[in-house]
């Protein structure tokens, strides 16, 4: 385990995919998931109406459906939509 006070983490993970000729994610966990909420936000280049990226907020539930619990933990997914897909997915 990392020991650290900082609130604030970035992990880069590859995208996994839930079927095979699909381009859903899987955000599934050993006790829970990761659900989007909300919409999805375009990052630009400031000054410019160039889209570089989309940013996803996601709630993690404890459990599965239909005894899932919301907890209190919230991650923002970052996609580039400058490079091929499925190359990296930035997680804060």
């Given at each position: 385990?990392?020991?650290?006070n900082?609130?604030?983490?970035?992990?880069?993970?590859?995208?996994?995919?839930?079927y095979?000729?699909?381009?859903?994610?899987?955000?599934?966990?050993k006790?829970g998931?990761?659900?989007?909420?909300?919409?999805?936000?375009?990052i630009k280049?400031?000054?410019s109406?160039?889209?570089?990226?989309?940013?996803?907020?996601?709630?993690y539930?404890n459990?599965?459906?239909?005894?899932?619990?919301?907890?209190?933990?919230?991650?923002?997914e970052?996609?580039a939509?400058?490079?091929?897909?499925?190359k990296v997915l930035?997680?804060k």
């Open positions: 385990m990392v020991k650290s900082d609130p604030e983490w970035f992990f880069l993970c590859p995208i996994d995919y839930k095979a000729k699909s381009k859903r994610f899987k955000r599934t966990t006790n998931f990761w659900k989007a909420t909300g919409k999805d936000r375009k280049i400031r000054g109406n160039n889209v570089i990226g989309i940013k996803k907020t996601l709630v539930y459990g599965r459906v239909p005894d899932v619990v919301r907890s209190c933990w919230v991650i923002h970052y996609h939509t400058t490079f091929e897909d499925n930035i997680f």
